[in-house]
């Protein structure tokens, strides 16, 4: 009992016995899982697996057919503004009539309450989020001028002006060059030792082990969860992926590299 | 006499400006939310709300068949997004279904009231198809109270508005009601081509719905500026149409607008300066240019290399050979150039100027500098590198020249061996 205490209490999120389907077709089936807080979090599986679906049900976009789920101990509606949900990036139609520096003012709509205009603070606050991501100087630019990239910065950069305890990213990774993805993950890096927890929904099963602190390995049931040492092994990877080699086969090299790189520091 | 005709013409420009306008403002909102056609099954589905409102109160009393339009119009909204939530159809077809549907049944009423033998009946159709001329100074202040209450409403919730289209799962999480600001831009969207149906017909009133707001889409990309070009273009066009169908008594006032509004539509698409056709047009063939003037060059400069003269005049014949073209087209290619002042036509040949010269440079450092680059970092094969440097020598501007001289180490040859030259001028 007291052992369950400490877990609530520490925990960013807790998922308890949560089953999701669309249509008669379930995506997540009994899934429990304690996602600590202050830590930089990977949820990895494969394709279908349920990752995006979990990050929705947290943030009441998919209602669940059974279960629950806690954001820092309390129902999600009590901590939306704790709560930074940034989602994929094809999910909007970034045709649409607006420059970067607004999207990143949209983090800020909460703050600045109904019927209100944007203030030059509220501005300046987004600037400055932009300019943390290394891309103040695209502000005015509209928002279909910018490369995937940039997109994905900009999306960033608004979950920043919320300035929230609680970072959701689905797939911030994918389709992105090399240099935001190492501007991003320095970011993320800030974040948790501010104290932040961030959950990233990931496909480089590469980069887990060197650049997350826990991870959650799913399959529409929970595969195991865990710091990274303990639960990104070859054997969950195995039960993962089943029997899908070219990832096997990924996750073998990141492990080889990673038992490599212990045995050089000793 | 002229007084009565002025201001009988007053009121239809009048309200055709406003109607216009309003239109445009709510469909500019539908527009971005992928739901043009929307405002099409809206104003189709208004029929049987008619039809049956003149069934029921047995007269054309003007609310009650108002009252009835919206209510059918609302039903098919409310149709459209049950088919959309309840089946694995996409938005066409759903609003396939809820417009054909509706009215259908609206023929139906329709036919079935004729048979009646009703001796009004005949107004029923002027309901669906419009005549503005005939609009009374209460439909214009009907009008202006429409317009006043949508401007309003769009001006409270413009921020929310945008968000919740823009991204409306955000917009969620974040606790915005974004199914509440749906229906608000539905209730408007039907509101306004409901009102406007009597004074317009259908087709005008999906036409102002969707050009305007896709002109002004061509000239902005700031929503607020799109809203208020939307509702310019639109009035403009609805106080045009309305005049030219007035001075000619043929032209009827609905299908005027919709010409005004499509020619307006037409130029925008053509001569806006960043999408439209025109523009775009211009800047591929400025870029294609470019590209034949920059390989004219390094041509000149390879033949000139070989012989150990840059001063050296190359014969047209030597040209031609190196990539095939016609002499049609090197003369234009070289007259641009010498245009320019980068080349000097000689009788038997042409020569590149000094400036020709350090032009010609800074093509062939930019080739080899890739040549060497995918070379040496990405291994390629030697066979392999010339076609991709074709192309980026026209793209590497001079922060990536710098950068690839710093981390190739300034190489002085490329992989074939000739010398990356430098640039005399620096």
């Known amino acids: ?30 899934v429990d899982v304690l996602i600590p807080a202050g830590q930089i979090v990977a949820i990895v599986g494969p394709n279908g697996a349920g990752k995006s679906t979990l990050l929705k049900a947290i943030v009441g976009l998919v209602r669940p057919l059974t279960g629950w789920i806690k954001v820092f101990d309390a129902p999600f509606e009590q901590r939306r503004a704790w709560v930074a949900y940034v989602p994929q990036r094809e999910s909007v139609d970034w045709d649409f009539p607006t420059d970067a520096l607004d999207v990143v003012m949209m983090g800020l709509y909460g703050q600045i309450g109904w019927f209100r205009r944007p203030s030059r603070e509220h501005r300046q606050r987004a600037l400055q989020c932009l300019e943390q991501l290394g891309i103040a100087h695209l502000a005015q630019r509209q928002i279909s001028q910018l490369s995937g990239g940039q997109q994905q910065r900009v999306f960033l950069a608004r979950a920043l002006a919320q300035n929230p305890k609680l970072y959701l990213l689905d797939e911030p990774f994918a389709g992105v060059d090399a240099a935001t993805e190492d501007t991003i993950f320095r970011i993320l890096r800030q974040l948790r030792d501010q104290g932040r927890t ?22 529409l049931r929970l595969i195991a969860a865990g710091p990274v040492e303990e639960a990104f092994t070859a054997e969950n990877l195995q039960r993962t992926y089943g029997g899908r080699l070219t990832a096997l086969a990924y996750a073998a090299e990141t492990l080889l590299r990673r038992d490599v790189a212990r045995e050089s520091q000793r | 006499m002229y007084g009565f005709i002025d201001f009988t013409l007053l009121n239809v420009l009048a309200g055709s400006t406003l109607l216009c306008a309003v239109a445009a403002l709510v469909g500019t909102f539908a527009l971005l939310r992928r739901e043009a056609l929307l405002g099409d099954a809206l104003a189709h589905a208004a029929l049987p709300g008619i039809c049956l409102a003149y069934m029921i109160v047995g007269d054309k ?23 959309l939530w309840a089946s ?21 009423l329709l036919t079935k009231i004729q048979g009646l033998g009703f001796g009004t009946q005949a107004g029923l159709k002027s309901f669906l198809f419009g005549s503005a001329a005939t609009m009374l100074p209460s439909d214009v202040k009907f009008l202006v109270a429409l317009a006043l209450v949508v401007a309003v409403l769009l001006g409270l919730f413009f921020k929310e508005l945008k968000l919740a289209i823009f991204d409306p799962e955000f917009a969620t999480t974040q606790g915005y009601p974004v199914r509440m600001l749906d229906v608000l831009l539905t209730m408007l969207l039907a509101g306004v081509i409901v009102a406007g149906l009597r004074i317009a017909g259908v087709v005008l009133m999906v036409a102002a719905t969707i050009v305007p707001p896709a002109a002004a889409r061509q000239w902005s990309d700031r929503l607020g500026i799109v809203l208020l070009l939307a509702a310019l273009l639109g009035g403009v066009s609805g106080a045009l149409g309305a005049y030219a169908s007035a001075v000619s008594p043929w032209l009827k006032t609905g299908p005027a607008i919709v010409v005004v509004g499509s020619m307006l539509f037409l130029l925008s698409v053509l001569c806006s300066p960043r999408r439209g056709v025109l523009a775009r047009w211009l800047r591929e063939r400025h870029t294609r240019l470019r590209i034949e003037e920059d390989h004219l060059l390094r041509d000149l400069y390879l033949v000139c290399e070989e012989r150990g003269d840059f001063a050296a005049v190359v014969g047209f014949v030597d040209l031609l050979g190196m990539r095939g073209l016609t002499p049609g087209q090197l003369r234009r290619v070289a007259h641009r150039l010498i245009s320019r002042g980068l080349l000097r036509s000689e009788p038997d040949g042409l020569r590149l100027t000094d400036r020709g010269i350090r032009a010609a440079q800074r093509v062939v450092i930019r080739h080899r500098l890739w040549e060497t680059f995918l070379s040496k970092q990405l291994n390629l094969p030697s066979d392999h590198l010339h076609r991709d440097a074709e192309e980026m020598e026209h793209v590497i501007d001079d922060a990536l020249l710098r950068d690839l001289q710093e981390q190739l180490g300034y190489p002085t040859t490329d992989p074939h061996g000739r010398r990356i030259p430098k640039e005399t001028d620096q």
């Open chain 1, 1 to 30: 009992m007291s052992q369950r205490r400490t877990a609530a209490t520490t925990a960013a999120i807790e998922v308890h016995d949560l089953t999701v389907s669309y249509g008669a077709k379930p995506v997540l089936w009994d």
């Open chain 1, 198 to 219: 961030v959950v990233v929904v990931h496909h480089d099963l590469q980069t887990v082990a060197d650049r997350f602190d826990y991870v959650v390995l799913l399959n």
């Open chain 2, 61 to 83: 009393s003007l609310p009650a068949l108002l009252a009835g339009a919206l209510a059918t119009a609302l039903t098919a909204a409310a149709c459209h997004r049950f088919i």
């Open chain 2, 88 to 108: 694995p159809l996409k938005e066409d077809a759903a609003l396939g279904i809820s417009l054909s549907v509706f009215y259908g049944s609206g023929i139906v």
